[in-house]
């Protein structure tokens, strides 16, 4: 004979799961916070042992984004490449998603077109700029070209593995509901993919913001690439690794808004 347990018991293991999860995750939150000042003593250090020349500190670094900020000239920039890092993820996606799916979920189409996909993968990005300067130009339509170019793929193949792996119980019940067509997709397939259509926008936010600022450096030189630019030709070493940091906290602050969303929409599948 089965018997529960007490009130009580329940109320005081529910107390302790509790307590163990917020116990880790402080103890992660406190892991990655040593992690970043790990890493500026770290470039404190090396700096030191280099001219400032060649490689600034930290402490030159937050002068020039102080005074950058300040004078206005760092945030303009940096919401002129909001533009096109927005427009050209925007596009990845919404090519990534359906063509990612279409490719996971039919034998014809991923017989077809991943053999193609494999290929493209294995070109280097920096290999399509040329033809996107003569199909785009140099200027604005040009940089949100490359920054579909360099996620759009990554993002296809994760999606396309997510639809691939979907339990074919579940597509079986939806057969069985008789539910077709896009009401299959959106209610079977996307769900069912949802981990690794989060995976894909990790990847292919970091990407985008990768080609944000290639595009500003090999296309006419704006916004940040021109700051970066300018400060290269006067070997101004802290300016440089100014722009470089803020590119990185900015993609760091993207995966984590991204990691945020994917914990609170499925959180059986995130792990602590």
Do not use: C
């Amino acid at each position: 004979m089965h018997v529960s347990a007490p009130p009580i018991a329940r109320e005081q293991t529910g107390r302790t799961v509790w307590t163990t999860l917020s116990a880790v995750q402080m103890s992660s939150r406190a892991a990655y916070l040593a992690s970043f000042i790990l890493g500026l003593v770290v470039w404190q250090v090396v700096a030191g042992l280099l001219p400032q020349v060649v490689f600034a500190s930290p402490i030159r670094v937050a002068e020039k984004l102080y005074a950058g900020v300040l004078n206005g000239e760092i945030p303009t920039a940096f919401l002129h490449s909001l533009q096109q890092f927005a427009l050209g993820f925007a596009i990845s996606l919404m090519i990534a998603l359906p063509l990612g799916l279409l490719l996971g979920r039919s034998r014809i189409a991923y017989a077809m077109f991943n053999p193609v996909l494999n290929a493209l993968l294995a070109v280097p990005s920096v290999a399509f700029i040329p033809f996107i300067m003569i199909w785009f130009g140099l200027f604005f339509e040009a940089r949100v070209a490359l920054v579909v170019v360099m996620s759009v793929l990554d993002m296809t193949v994760i999606i396309m593995s997510g639809a691939r792996n979907i339990d074919p119980a579940a597509v079986i019940v939806a057969k069985s509901f008789q539910i077709t067509g896009l009401r299959r997709i959106f209610s079977v397939f996307v769900p069912a993919s949802l981990p690794f259509l989060f995976t894909a926008l990790r990847i292919g936010v970091v990407r985008s913001v990768n080609a944000m600022i290639t595009a500003e450096l090999f296309f006419a030189a704006v916004n940040l690439g021109k700051i970066m630019q300018t400060a290269s030709s006067r070997f101004d070493a802290a300016t440089m690794l100014a722009i470089v940091f803020l590119v990185s906290l900015f993609g760091l602050l993207m995966q984590e808004l991204v990691k945020l969303a994917e914990a609170r929409l499925i959180p059986w599948s995130v792990r602590h």
